[in-house]
């Protein structure tokens, strides 16, 4: 009786703990959808206004009917009261976090944090065991449905960013200008990206980018490319599951790391940032470092061969993993057998592969990297060293200048790559893993650590150490890496894999949430949005275009449309004959005074719609 008593009492108590949570995370998302039809009319529950009105008598209700429903839930299952937890605080996560049109970066980490270690508290919480559900080809099928079903949910909202004319012309309008460039005549010649026509090989040598044209070429819109986009980074999947095959994970452990790839925070925010040649990074990078641990030689050439493709820093993703393959694997005693034997030096070679794997990358990240940017620098812009510029001293300008400061001043560089915003990035890209990539056991993983300090710490490049932006489609790449090798020791699995994934999805759902708010806010404003693209329909191609930055986009087909007022080059521009000006509140004086310019230069409003003014030359 005694054991029956406090049995029951431990099945109350978690159905308390669990029916606060869920009846606490409903009653919050109640409160918010129901203060108001329009978004920006809802409540803040952030604020101490919100207070007064949530509903004592509804959250009171919904407490003691979750906590009924979980206590009559716990006699169901023996120990399903220790499992529970880590879903209520997901589902109390998606509540609050879906209710912020603003991102709350520290509130996400801690509420990551908090489902992942109750999976950790109760030793019953994912057992490690297989899953019928996930034997056999349903493993790959489902993953499969998934990944397309992920791909399409971040093509929606990428494409509604457009729709919702958050797209500029730095990201975005320069390469929808470009694919129409290369689709009319195989150049990628641009006249946004500077302000005169050139090619965009003079900024990045990216000829990765005509991997996609001949699906352009069917679909011929803007939008394909935001799709698309969204398709190559997560095609990673593909590699990650390969690695998970040769590692002899069982299949929920493979199914887990599919999903930790898919949910993962950096390439969803990254893919909502327009469009750029380093979402290629993702797939190319899991791939090189998947034949590097198959040894495959052919494999490596030709994903090294893409990799440097992609951009003129690629050359060094080919030389970090080349490091990490020569360092990567001890050389073992010597067989004991004939040294004239074919066994003796099929076995020597076996051996020394992965030093002479290494070796070749090294060369052809060197190679790569020095030829690229010789051309760049002879018939471009240079390269972007001014990233870097807290490492330059007066008078200084290459990257030997910067490696030699760092050298000679360790402590400054150390200083200046820990600020709080860098720890931030540096939290959220690990703990959606759980921290695993740093429990590597041998110094040639931490090799692959490099991207992430160079690319995203070592810059006061304020784009560069944000999760929002391009720049973590590599290190992001290198870090999923080491996370599905460094699984290999892990005791419990399954255990582990499960926090990490909700770890994953709720960071997704904090960072990723507030972006698709573009969708909702764009749906308030339909009429308006529909108006000004029905302008910007009736602008004129042949001739010479002024746009507004937010605007370009829209007039990618234009072949001579230039961003104005320009950020390079403006004193050159062409004499407009037609001007295109935002009238949105964000610019709305800059809008005044430029149409008060032109007019004054003797244009004349030819039309307007919505937010959109179309000024025309007499």
Same mark, same amino acid.
């Given at each position: 009786?005694?054991q029956?008593?406090?049995?029951n009492?431990? @099945? ?11 009846? !606490? ?7 918010v *959808? ?9 409540? %803040?529950?952030?604020?101490?206004? !919100? ?11 919904? $407490?003691?009917?979750?906590t ?5 839930? @716990? +006699? ?25 049109t ?23 919480? $994912? ?21 397309? *079903?992920?791909?399409?949910i971040?093509? $929606? ?16 309008? *320069? @390469? ?9 005549? +195989? ?18 040598? !990216? ?5 996609l ?41 493979? @199914? ?46 030709v ?32 067989? /004991?057998? %004939? ?20 070796? #070749? ?43 030699? %400061?760092? *050298?000679?001043?360790?402590? +400054? ?14 939290v ?5 893993l ?6 590597s ?13 160079? +690319?995203?710490?070592?810059t ?16 992001g ?70 746009? !507004? ?13 230039? #961003? ?5 080059? /403006? ?48």
């Amino acid at each position: 009786m005694i054991q029956a008593l406090k049995k029951n009492a431990i @099945f109350l108590f978690y159905a308390a703990l669990n029916g606060f949570l869920t009846a !606490s995370g409903y009653t919050l998302a109640f409160t918010v *959808i129901s203060s108001g039809t329009s978004v920006l009319e809802r409540t %803040n529950i952030f604020l101490i206004s !919100s207070v007064e009105k949530i509903n004592t008598v509804t959250l009171t209700a919904a $407490f003691i009917c979750f906590t009924v429903i979980f206590f009559l839930l @716990f +006699f169901l299952r023996n120990r399903l009261y220790r499992q529970t937890l880590p879903f209520s605080v997901l589902f109390f996560s998606f509540c609050v976090l879906t209710c912020a049109t603003t991102e709350l970066s520290y509130l996400t980490v801690i509420l990551a944090a908090a489902a992942a270690i109750l999976v950790y508290v109760f030793k019953e919480t $994912f057992p490690g065991k297989e899953y019928k559900l996930l034997s056999g080809i349903n493993l790959y099928v489902l993953l499969g449905i998934l990944t397309v *079903i992920m791909t399409l949910i971040l093509s $929606f909202g990428c494409i509604s960013r457009l729709y919702d004319f958050n797209t500029s012309t730095y990201d975005f309008g *320069i @390469f929808a200008q470009m694919y129409e460039s290369m689709a009319r005549d +195989f150049t990628q010649t641009t006249t946004l990206e500077r302000g005169i026509p050139m090619s965009h090989f003079n900024i990045h040598f !990216s000829p990765i980018y005509y991997v996609l044209l001949p699906f352009y070429m069917i679909f011929r819109r803007p939008e394909f490319l935001l799709a698309a986009q969204a398709a190559v980074c997560l095609s990673g999947v593909i590699p990650v599951l390969l690695l998970c095959k040769k590692y002899k994970y069982g299949n929920t452990v493979t @199914f887990f790391c599919g999903l930790i790839f898919l949910c993962y925070p950096a390439f969803t925010c990254a893919c909502f940032y327009d469009f750029h040649e380093n979402a290629f990074l993702t797939p190319l990078v899991l791939w090189l470092m998947y034949f590097i641990e198959k040894n495959s030689l052919a494999g490596c050439i030709v994903s090294g061969l893409l990799l440097l493709c992609v951009k003129e820093d690629a050359g060094v993703y080919l030389i970090i993993a080349g490091l990490y393959a020569l360092v990567g694997k001890n050389i073992h005693k010597e067989p /004991q057998v %004939n040294a004239q034997s074919a066994d003796y030096v099929k076995s020597r070679f076996s051996q020394w592969f992965p030093k002479y794997l290494g070796l #070749m990358l090294i060369f052809m990240g060197i190679s790569g990297f020095l030829l690229v940017t010789s051309f760049i620098n002879a018939y471009g812009d240079g390269i972007m060293i001014g990233r870097y510029q807290i490492f330059l001293g007066s008078g200084q300008d290459s990257v030997t200048d910067v490696i030699f %400061n760092i *050298i000679k001043n360790p402590a +400054f560089f150390l200083n200046n790559i820990l600020d709080e915003e860098k720890l931030l990035l540096i939290v959220q890209m690990l703990l959606p893993l759980l921290f695993i990539p740093m429990k590597s056991r041998r110094l040639s993983d931490w090799v692959l650590f490099i991207p992430l300090i160079l +690319f995203n710490l070592a810059t006061d490049y304020s784009y560069q150490h944000s999760i929002h932006y391009q720049y973590v489609f590599s290190t992001g790449a290198f870090l999923i890496f080491l996370f599905v090798k460094n699984f290999r020791y892990e005791k419990r699995k399954n255990k582990t894999a499960a926090a990490a994934l909700l770890a994953a999805i709720i960071c997704l759902i904090g960072t990723g949430t507030p972006k698709y708010y573009n969708i909702v806010f764009a749906r308030e404003s339909r009429t308006e949005y529909e108006e000004s693209r029905a302008a910007l329909a009736n602008v004129p191609r042949d001739g010479v275009v002024y746009s !507004s930055t937010y605007l370009t986009p829209y007039l990618y087909d234009c072949e001579n449309v230039y #961003m104005y007022p320009a950020i390079y080059n /403006q004193e050159t521009l062409p004499p407009a004959d037609c001007v295109v000006l935002d009238s949105r509140a964000g610019v709305l004086k800059e809008y005044y005074e430029l149409k008060d310019m032109f007019m004054e230069m003797g244009y004349v409003e030819e039309g307007s719609g919505g937010f959109v003014t179309v000024l025309l030359k007499k």
